[in-house]
């Protein structure tokens, strides 16, 4: 099996979830052979992959053509984190204007695109890996659902259903403080309830997410429907398709 | 004539060097970076203040810790909150968590490969297992002591301005991981004395760091050739600048002078401020300042990790949760400056805040940035002389180079200005 890892708009944190894995890592790369990833090896090489691994965000037209380039190099494409699945942090500039936002700017030498998109906006993705950063358990499970040959079994389900399971007092109801767990993926391990904060959503919006329900509930933590618009736009994944119309 | 290296490898972020040739000399270089900016400060503008440690951690999933400080620290100077003692101890230890797992990645999977002459650590690790091992061993310990106090190495979560959001009963399983790092760090330098390091010295270079009281990391003024400056008179003896070939900005010192962040600096300026064990190693490898070869400062992350560990086994074996782990403030028309020493070095931030808390001004000066105009300086001393350079040879020829350095590209590109040519 031959992969690749590539990075695109992005902070370098979701590749590190590889190195995270260790001595797994050296044992992977036994099996499989890694022909691509410029921040683990100075020998790559481009051919055709049957698993991509792309971290990072298209924000560049360069990167328009790079991502149609690896789709077409590649049998599967996995996307891995915020940046990937949703368009990231940088995608915030999406919902302003972005000459305004930027009037200070007087240099000419990079060629950026206004938008920062998720990578499914150009291509077909066959598999997300969510979070900001992605945990390497995830990583661990795509790797071996591949190497298996059988489908991964990663959350559906939203991060409520953690904290539940792990017996976490709800932070809306016991601190009243804003949560975006109803309607965010699981899969972190319910990290902030855990350290008494509301989640801010790194694992992205669940499918079918049920906004007016959340209104409501913000609303009664006197939380107006604005702010909680801000709170997704801030999500580090609010261009995702399952929420970005909304805002 | 132009030599390129498209795509540097086994460094943090996109980048490409160029080198020009005339009558087959080199001419010119320059390190080309183009990383795409992401707009971070500008993002930050009009939002609340207490996005800043969320947000800004992610313009370097390897160091947002240092991130996570610089800017709370800003966020306290500007509304004038006082950190207990006790926390700001926590503080440290998470940074050293960070110090230690940031230098672990960059001396093993990073940098070591080049000293053994293979392209990756996987290929490391069929010739010598054991020090590979170590490495994980090491770089682990640090990631438990992130993960501990923030939940998760990498975007932890519990850092807030005023303090933690949270934090834990008790830390006293991390005393034995960090034990067996330090043991294994101790072993690795016993290996490291035998590696052959090229004769190279960083010429006419400034070392700029913290001063602490202890070794600096968390806090403290801008220090140089026996001078302190407050954080918040940053900008009036550096100059931060744009080039046209890198989405990155440069730094200098305003009187025009190359300086230079990060290990290095931190070791020629505060040597005697390292733990016993740390400085104990040192001499032993007859390491002492000025230390100016680039390649040995892969020795000195390793003397930091041991330091780290060191202090960070101290902080532990003495933890007792403090009965609040925040310090209730309320946000007012200000500004503030935060600055702390990122793995890679000083790592300033300033912002400007309205009444209600809401960010008017955001600006971030990186540790990469200001150490390109040194790299590009290196790199130059490097291959001024030689003759008859092919475009093959440039990867092995420089690439060990730019490493010394440990770029984080990914930092020093979140904040370039740039003109927009495509609408949509």
């Known amino acids: ?247 | 004539m132009r030599l390129r290296l498209s795509a540097l490898t086994r460094v943090e972020g996109e980048g490409a060097l160029e080198v020009y040739l005339e009558d087959g000399k080199p001419k010119a270089l320059r390190l080309s970076i183009y990383e795409p900016p992401r707009f971070i400060e500008g993002i930050l503008k009009g939002k609340p203040y207490h996005l800043i440690p969320d947000i800004t951690a992610r313009i370097c999933g390897i160091c947002p810790v240092a991130y996570q400080m610089s800017g709370v620290q800003a966020i306290e100077d500007a509304f004038g909150v006082e950190v207990p003692k006790e926390i700001e101890k926590i503080r440290r230890l998470m940074y050293f968590g960070e110090w230690i797992q940031s230098h672990a990645l960059h001396v093993f999977f990073l940098h070591l490969p080049d000293f053994y002459g293979v392209p990756s650590l996987v290929e490391m690790s069929k010739v010598d297992k054991e020090i590979v091992m170590a490495g994980m061993e090491i770089k682990r310990a640090g990631s438990l002591i992130i993960q501990s106090l923030g939940g998760r190495t990498s975007h932890p979560v519990s850092v807030v301005a005023g303090g933690f959001s949270h934090l834990p009963e008790d830390l006293s399983h991390l005393i034995e991981p960090i034990g067996l790092a330090l043991e294994k760090s101790l072993w690795v330098m016993e290996r490291l004395k035998g590696l052959k390091f090229p004769d190279f010295e960083l010429k006419d270079i400034v070392f700029v760091s913290l001063w602490e009281e202890e070794y600096p990391i968390l806090k403290g003024d801008i220090y140089f050739e026996g001078q302190r400056i407050r954080p918040s008179s940053f900008k009036e003896i550096f100059e931060e600048f744009e080039v046209p070939y890198s989405t990155a900005k440069h730094a200098k010192l305003r009187d025009g002078r190359v300086y230079l962040v990060g290990p290095l600096a931190r070791f020629n300026n505060a040597f005697e401020k390292l733990s016993s064990l740390a400085k104990e190693m040192a001499l032993r490898l007859g390491l002492v300042p000025p230390l100016k070869n680039p390649y040995k400062s892969l020795l000195v992350r390793m003397l930091e990790i041991i330091h780290s560990l060191e202090r960070s086994l101290d902080i532990v074996k003495g933890y007792k949760r403090p009965e609040k782990s925040l310090v209730e403030f309320r946000p007012k028309r200000s500004e503030g400056f935060g600055v702390s020493e990122a793995p890679r070095g000083v790592l300033w931030h300033n912002y400007a805040f309205d009444e209600e808390g809401r960010i008017l001004k955001a600006d971030i000066v990186p540790p990469t940035a200001q150490n390109l105009p040194a790299m590009e300086l290196s790199l130059w001393e490097h291959i001024k002389g030689l003759e008859n350079m092919r475009e093959e040879d440039l990867q092995d020829m420089a690439e060990p180079m730019i490493r010394n350095f440990d770029p984080c590209i990914s930092c020093a590109t979140h904040f370039l200005r740039v003109r927009i040519k495509n609408r949509p």
């Open chain 1, 1 to 247: 099996m031959r992969v690749g890892v590539f990075k695109f708009s992005s902070c370098d944190g979701c590749q590190l979830a590889f190195f995270e894995l260790e001595e797994e890592f050296f044992k992977f790369s036994e099996i499989v052979s890694i022909e691509y990833f410029l921040e683990a090896q100075s020998a790559n090489r481009w051919g055709f992959f049957d698993l991509a691994f792309v971290e990072g965000s298209v924000s560049t037209p360069e990167e328009e053509e790079r991502i149609r380039k690896i789709r077409e190099s590649c049998r599967f494409l996995i996307a891995i984190g915020a940046c990937a699945v949703s368009g990231g942090i940088q995608s915030a500039r999406n919902f302003e204007d972005f000459l305004s936002l930027y009037s200070s700017v007087y240099s000419q030498k990079y060629d950026v695109n206004p938008q920062s998109r998720p990578l499914s906006d150009f291509v077909k993705v066959d598999l997300e890996i969510r979070g900001c950063p992605i945990n390497k358990e995830h990583l661990r499970e795509v790797l071996m659902a591949f190497l298996e040959n059988r489908s991964a079994n990663l959350p559906s389900y939203p991060l409520c259903l953690e904290c539940k399971r792990k017996a976490i007092p709800c932070v809306m109801v016991a601190y009243q403080r804003p949560c975006l767990g109803p309607i965010t993926m699981a899969g972190c391990g319910a990290l902030c309830p855990s350290f008494k904060r509301g989640c801010y959503g790194c694992y992205g919006p669940i499918e079918n997410p049920n906004l007016l329900a959340l209104k409501e509930a913000y609303e009664r933590l006197g939380i107006e429907e604005e702010d909680l618009r801000e709170l997704l736009r801030l999500s580090f994944n609010g261009f995702n398709k399952n929420i970005r119309s909304w805002l």
